[in-house]
Structure formats: C-alpha cells, structure tokens
C-alpha cells in the first residue's frame, strides 16, 4: 500500500493539513501507510523478554467479572468446562493477533481501519464508547475499592473507590507508557502468584483435572450458552481493540514487528489461560466440593475470600484479596489509557477521509481529545457510587456492550482481508479466515443472548 498514487495523494492531502494530530510522525509524514522498503524490512526476532502490550492488553481484559464467571462454572460444573477455557485462549489469541496484524501491516489504527469500512461503524462506536465509559468507570472503581474495603473495614468503600478512580486519572495522566507498562507486569505478577498459591492449597485433583480438557457439554437446559460465555467471556472486551495503541506506544509500530507481536499476544495469553485455570481449580476445589454458591457480580470474591479464611486461616483470605486487587486495578489502569487513546483517535478523525489516515494521525494522551475521556471515565461516574444506577443507562450499557464483541470479530474478518490496504503477505489465510469466522459466529450467538438478557426488562415489566 503505500508507494502507490493513492497513497501519495492522500499524505499530499494529509500534510497540506498542517502537524498530524499525535504530534510524532512514524514516517515520511507525506504517504500514508507504509513503503515497500518498511513492508519488506528484516523482521526483528522476538526474545524471552519480549512482552508488554499483550501483557497490558490481558490484564486489562481479565478483571473481578471474569474471576467470578470462571469460580461460578467451576463450582456448577466442576472441571468439565476447563475445555471451554482453552478455546477462549485461542479465540483471543486469534482476536488480538487480528489487531495487531492489521496494525502493523498497514499501519492504521484499528478505528482508522474500521472507518474504511463506512461511516455506520463511526456511529456504533461514538455512543457505545462514551455509554460504555460512564458506566464502566464507576465499576472499575468500585471494583477496586472492594477489597481494600475488606481489608480495611474501618474505611468507607466509595473513599477507596474514588481514590482508585484519581490515582489511575493520575497515573495515566503522565502519558508514560512505560511506567504503565511496568505497574501492570507487576499487578499481573500478583495476580498470577496469589491465585497459583490460592489454588495449589486446595490441592486440586489432578485426574479430574485432566479430563476436564476433553470437550463435553453439560446436559441441563442453557448449558451451551454457559460454556460460550466462558470460552468468550474471560479477558473479552473493548480493550482488545486497544491492543493497537498499546504497540505503538510501545514503539512496535512497523511491520518488521510482527513477529514479536505475535510471540507477546501469544505468551500473554496462555499466561492467562494459565491464571483462569488456577481460578477455576479454586471454583471447583473450594465451592463445588462443598456446594458452595456465591453471589454474583463482583461482590462473589468476597465469598470466595470468606472460604478461604474458613479453611485455611485468614492469612490466605487476606492473599486472595490482594490478588483480587490487582486485578481490579490492572483492568482500571488499561481502560484508563487504552480506552482513552481510542476516543483521542474517534473524536479527531471521525469525519476525516478514512484513506488518508494512519498512526501519525491518531492524538496521544496529551491531546484534549484522550483527556477529555480520560476525566469522563473518572469523574462524571463518581455520581452512581452515591446512587443507584439508573436503568435506562443500564439497557443502552448492555445492549450496546452485547454487540462490540461481534462487532470486532466480524469486522476483523473483512479488515485482514482487504486488497486495498493490506499487504498480501499480511492477508488472512484460510486457516485464520476460519478461525476468525467460527469466533465471529461464536461471539454473535453470545451477543444475540446477552441482547436479550438486557433488554428483557422491557419487556418484563422491571
């Protein structure tokens, strides 16, 4: 794509514009996209040590939800979905290397690629992310703010959650990648030492264990909706298409990349895979042996906690909050500087010509757009801390929320594929066509349902 006239035309069209708006050029500022030369460039060699973005991207994604979705199936079904766990790694695996690929290889952000796709993909993103943002804030806070409150009783919960709230609005604020980057490694570390721990006290079964990697689907009514929601659900959220702006920040942000963004998305996520198996050892070990239920939502950690203090003392109630924290505030932190540099990205150039955009084009987190998003995610939502959450905000919440999944997938699979922009080197092939495809059938099936869960109140009278 990018020594082409087109190509030229459109950077000629771009530069007579004035200083894209990141501030930095990737490149010649005058193409857009890249040369052969850069298409063609040496490939740089993944070493042991090459992760950050995907780490960032998978504790971003795997948040206090997902914990409680895999201990809740752990303790219904004990280990007859960890298959299901494994599928999801794969399906993530395949969603974010997606991303990247298509990143890297034209070297526009993944809204930029989605706006090459129509106007239409502008106007489902607009409203969903600035919905998604006000309500997810005061969860990611709130979430946060949970196990701290259980640690330290004596503090009100909604002060722990609005300083959570300020320190990521804080951290993030300082627009350092690098320092986000390595608070995130060590949250993830925690999070993966205090579960791995927390599991290997119950002493898991191991013959059990193993015949729970053979695919079987329980037989009750709603079953297969169940082991969808776990294969899609865990690590399964906007972020995912912030895997981009992670890259680039991160300075992988040309196509002699690729092999080291496949070897860290691919690393970090059986490193997740690992962590939900650990999390679901401790559904099935500590809850289903004892027909324990907990409750739902984020609150069911707590329970989880109250087990562990039960019967092993509360030192290790004590361990599994903190990695509870961890989690909480990973996810926090990525949303905060990933989710705002995709809305810098909308909010510049959704009404600019979608060829004539790249990397160069796309604000950072000092430009008003990102801030602005960067203090919606913050303060407007400290308000439903204090109240409760007005059901119209939740419909619209979930009822967009049950689409951007699909919305991915599906979209993803016509990006990689595209003549016009990507390199054909970089094109799917027919093994990651259908891979995409079974993941885009998967999520929209599980979109179709979660559609229905949000709007039913409608329809029920709630």
Do not use: C
């Not at 952000?109 to 600035?130: A, M, N, V």
């Not at 722990?160 to 608070?183: D, P, R, T």
């Amino acid at each position: 794509m990018s020594g082409s006239s087109g190509a030229a035309d459109a950077g000629a069209s771009r530069s007579s514009k004035g200083v894209p708006a990141a501030g930095t050029h990737i490149h010649n500022p005058s193409i857009v996209g890249f040369t052969d030369a850069e298409i063609n460039e040496t490939a740089v060699k993944p070493k042991w040590n090459s992760l950050g973005p995907g780490i960032v991207a998978a504790a971003t994604g795997v948040g206090a939800a997902d914990l409680v979705a895999t201990l809740t199936a752990g303790s219904r079904y004990g280990y007859m979905l960890l298959w299901a766990v494994v599928v999801g790694v794969i399906m993530k695996i395949v969603l974010v290397e997606g991303v990247g690929r298509y990143y890297l290889s034209t070297g526009k952000t993944i809204f930029q690629g989605w706006r090459t796709l129509g106007s239409w993909t502008s106007w489902y993103f607009g409203p969903y992310i600035l919905i998604w943002g006000f309500v997810y804030g005061a969860t990611a806070m709130s979430s946060t703010a949970l196990p701290l409150a259980a640690m330290f009783p004596a503090v009100d919960a909604k002060i722990f959650a609005i300083a959570a709230g300020l320190i990521g609005l804080g951290l993030v604020w300082l627009n350092k990648y690098h320092l986000i980057e390595k608070l995130m490694t060590v949250l993830i570390g925690v999070m993966f030492v205090t579960v791995l721990l927390s599991a290997a006290l119950t002493l898991p079964n191991l013959g059990d264990l193993v015949t729970g990697f053979i695919p079987r689907i329980p037989s009750e009514d709603g079953a297969m909706f169940y082991v969808l929601a776990l294969a899609g659900g865990v690590g399964g959220t906007i972020t995912l298409g912030a895997y981009g702006y992670w890259l680039r920040e991160k300075g992988w942000n040309q196509p002699k990349w690729m092999k080291v963004m496949r070897f860290d998305n691919g690393t970090s996520y059986v490193l997740t895979g690992i962590f939900v198996i650990a999390t679901m050892i401790m559904g099935v070990e500590l809850l289903h042996s004892a027909g324990i239920a907990i409750s739902a939502g984020d609150r069911g950690l707590l329970d989880v906690s109250t087990v562990l203090a039960d019967r092993y003392g509360e030192v290790w109630s004590t361990v599994f909050l903190i990695g509870f924290f961890a989690a909480s505030f990973s996810s926090l932190l990525g949303v905060w500087h990933g989710v705002s540099l995709m809305f810098g990205d909308f909010w510049a150039n959704f009404r600019r010509p979608a060829d004539e955009l790249d990397q160069d084009d796309a604000p950072s987190l000092k430009s008003k757009q990102s801030r602005f998003f960067l203090l919606w995610l913050t303060i407007p939502p400290m308000a439903l801390l204090f109240l409760d959450r007005p059901i119209f905000l939740i419909l619209l919440y979930g009822t967009l929320g049950a689409l951007f999944m699909p919305f991915l997938a599906v979209t993803l699979l016509f990006l990689n594929n595209q003549k016009k922009f990507v390199p054909k080197q970089f094109r799917n092939g027919w093994i990651r066509n259908i891979l995409l495809a079974l993941t885009a059938a998967i999520f929209v099936a599980l979109g179709l349902n979660e559609l229905i869960n949000a709007l039913s109140p409608l329809w029920s009278g709630a």
